[in-house]
């Protein structure tokens, strides 16, 4: 399984919802302290660290995963 399908995988979990890449976060009706769990989970199993600033930019599923794939670059 790659990272995107992970991410969307827990996604899944939170929300009932269809979503792809571009997908506001808050067209999911995911409230703060989902997107701060989901983002903790990522960061747990993909060994990364986001930090408050980059949570603060997030509005897409898209910039979650740019932000994963630029953390796992580095």
């Not at 996604?11 to 571009?22: A, G, H």
């Not at 989901?38 to 993909?46: D, Q, W, Y």
């Amino acid at each position: 399984m790659d990272f995107k399908e992970l991410v969307f995988k827990k996604i899944r979990k939170l929300t009932k919802k269809d979503f792809d890449i571009d997908t506001p976060i808050r067209g999911l009706n995911i409230d703060s302290l989902d997107l701060v769990i989901l983002i903790s989970e990522l960061e747990t199993n993909f060994n990364i660290e986001i930090t408050d600033d980059e949570l603060m930019k997030i509005k897409t599923i898209g910039d979650v995963l740019e932000i994963i794939e630029q953390k796992k670059s580095k």
